[in-house]
């Protein structure tokens, strides 16, 4: 009988391809004689079609050589070493997770006898990982249902795990996410032509990624936000109206929950995957997006065209007054060095509360805005993440809170508490020491662009210029768009108990597009008006200093000199003793600095829009 099972052993190694030169070579054991002993085990015509047909038992068994000590003493061979054949796969596996859990080779190819080339069939792979994972979910899912149907798109367990490169989820926090997460997902849920043989909603990546969830991701700091398989699961994943699913309606509150404890029925209402683009399914958004491009557009058109011509004004206009020099026609203003208080130390403090507040919103909160970048990525990185620099950004935004209401009760003390200033609330209001905009900024614009054109004589004006005020009251306008909207971004839980969620969809492209104009603006428009205009190239240091000299009072400011003349205070606010060259020399380097950080941050903007 073992005569005749070696025979047809041999017989269907030949016909498998069994090198002739190697059944003639001596072999430490005779398969036959294994077979006499392990029949019961092994079928003959199996192993000789698998995989591994083209070899005898000691190829893998090598360290069985003394069949007596195996056989009459019971000496077990070791374990099988796979590695010296399959030395890639063994390298892949051995980092694994199946490796750090005593998990080797036969415990996925569990038929090793038997084991066929896989020849990229998926269920192979999906039958092999269910032998353990039977209960994840995954054969009940929309993935599973689908491969077991016989579509090659629907992803297998390496599709997202790999074969052999299988890394442990590691364990964090509720509400957190790996990369996997999302790794997994983006691939298929972007390939056009997968989404098009399958009939998948298109722009789910793209909506993921425009989202904070996805800028998180982006960024390379996916822990730090919900990724794909937290709110559709890793295996379990099932259409929305099915009533298992945790996108149904009756489980999206708990789903949500996980990251927000104190999500609400009008809290889930939130488009995590809304498209402002789409005019038809998401109107509102459309419209508030187009609303805020409209705004972006007009106020860069007009104010970078104000500048354009004010440099090109004052260019000529400082040639002109070098050529009066030359001659020696030159008028000068007596005593015209001697420094007068413009700002009070109230103003220069909270000036520079503004600059560094400014700059930590800017430099932490343009990385989310273009989170595709390098740079952005780069930012965030020194940061130690979205995490830590939301933390700077909101210490920032406090800072920013802080000197928006010193500035309401400023207002409301100049205009119905202080004695300094002459009239009743309405007529300080919109008199001249006001930030408010009266009927004579409109004649001093027009008269600005007269000189433009070379019409008229360049204008002189009181105590605030019309550009003064734009940028004050932007800041008021700021505050609530951005204030406002930051607000609901920072605590969304608690507004989430009597908003809708699609509020935040609202206030986040609110807070982005408002930020876009806000930094645009500042350090483009405002850097050219305060500092960067012929007449005040490189740097005006009256915002430090709160100091101006008599020829720039009167040269600028007439209107005002006169007025005080008038009232014969001018000497109020003569300066007794200018800043020191300590504080000047400390001042002017911030100053630079963070000018020079500012229009940093403007070319890389800049770049972001160009490379798209």
């Not at 982006?218 to 298992?244: I, N």
């Not at 662009?449 to 019409?455: D, E, N, P, S």
Request: glycine share 8%.
């Amino acid at each position: 009988m073992v005569t005749r099972l070696w025979f047809v052993l041999t017989l269907l190694l030949i016909v498998a391809g069994w090198p002739h030169q190697l059944l003639a070579q001596p072999l430490a054991v005779d398969p036959q004689t294994c077979l006499e002993c392990h029949s019961d085990r092994i079928d003959p015509a199996g192993y000789a079609a698998s995989v591994h047909g083209n070899n005898s038992c000691t190829s893998c068994h090598q360290d069985l050589v003394d069949l007596a000590a195996h056989t009459e003493v019971g000496l077990l061979p070791a374990k099988v070493n796979c590695a010296p054949c399959h030395k890639e796969v063994a390298a892949q596996h051995a980092s694994s997770i199946h490796q750090q859990q005593g998990i080797g080779c036969v415990g996925c190819h569990s038929a090793i006898h038997r084991q066929q080339v896989w020849r990229g069939n998926k269920k192979t792979v999906v039958q092999a990982c269910l032998q353990c994972h039977a209960n994840n979910g995954y054969r009940q899912s929309v993935h599973g249902q689908s491969l077991l149907a016989g579509n090659g798109d629907a992803p297998a367990c390496h599709d997202c795990h790999k074969l052999h490169t299988i890394q442990p989820l590691v364990a964090v926090s509720p509400g957190q996410s790996r990369a996997l997460h999302s790794d997994a997902c983006i691939p298929c849920h972007e390939d056009a032509g997968l989404i098009t043989r399958n009939q998948l909603p298109p722009g789910v990546v793209s909506s993921f990624i425009r989202s904070y969830h996805g800028k998180n991701y982006r960024l390379g700091f996916p822990e730090s936000a919900a990724g794909c398989a937290d709110c559709h699961r890793a295996h379990l994943v099932l259409p929305q109206e099915d009533p298992a699913s945790s996108l149904h309606q009756d489980n999206l509150v708990a789903t949500c929950a996980e990251c927000h404890p104190k999500a609400t029925a009008l809290f889930v209402q939130y488009y995590p995957h809304a498209d402002y683009h789409d005019r038809e399914r998401y109107p509102l958004l459309y419209w508030t997006y187009i609303s805020m491009t409209v705004l972006l557009v007009s106020v860069f058109s007009v104010f970078w065209l104000h500048s354009l011509l004010w440099m090109y004004r004052g260019f000529i206009e400082n040639r002109q007054k070098l050529a009066v020099q030359a001659e020696g026609e030159e008028q000068f203003v007596p005593r015209g060095k001697k420094q007068y208080r413009r700002f009070g130390r109230q103003h220069i403090f909270f000036h520079l509360l503004v600059i560094i507040s400014f700059l930590g919103l800017s430099v932490t909160g343009l990385p989310l805005k273009f989170s595709d970048q390098e740079w952005a990525q780069m930012l965030m990185s020194f940061f130690g993440g979205v995490k830590f620099a939301g933390l700077l950004h909101r210490a920032c935004a406090v800072i920013t809170f802080y000197y928006f209401i010193a500035a309401l009760l400023m207002g409301f003390n100049f205009l119905f508490i202080s004695k300094k200033f002459e009239g009743n609330w309405w007529q300080r209001l919109f008199g001249p020491d006001s930030l408010m905009p009266n009927a004579r900024d409109s004649l001093d614009a027009q008269k600005m662009a007269r000189w433009f054109f070379f019409k008229g004589p360049k204008p002189t004006f009181e105590r605030w210029a019309y550009w003064e005020k734009f940028d004050f009251l932007a800041v008021f306008w700021g505050m609530f768009a951005i204030g406002g909207s930051g607000l609901m971004l920072w605590f969304p839980e608690l507004f989430g108990q009597f908003l809708p969620g699609w509020m935040f969809n609202v206030a986040t492209i609110v807070h982005s597009d408002e930020a876009l104009l806000a930094t645009g603006f500042i350090f483009t428009v405002h850097f050219f008006n305060t500092h960067f205009r012929p007449e005040k190239f490189p740097m005006d240091f009256v915002i430090f200093n709160g100091q101006l000299s008599k020829q720039e009072f009167i040269e600028e400011r007439g209107d005002q000199w006169q007025r005080y003349e008038q009232a014969g205070i001018t000497e109020q606010f003569a300066v007794e003793k200018p800043s020191s060259a300590v504080y000047d020399f400390f001042f002017k380097g911030f100053g630079f600095l963070s000018v020079f950080a500012g229009l940093v941050l403007a070319f890389l903007m800049i770049l972001a829009f160009i490379g798209g």
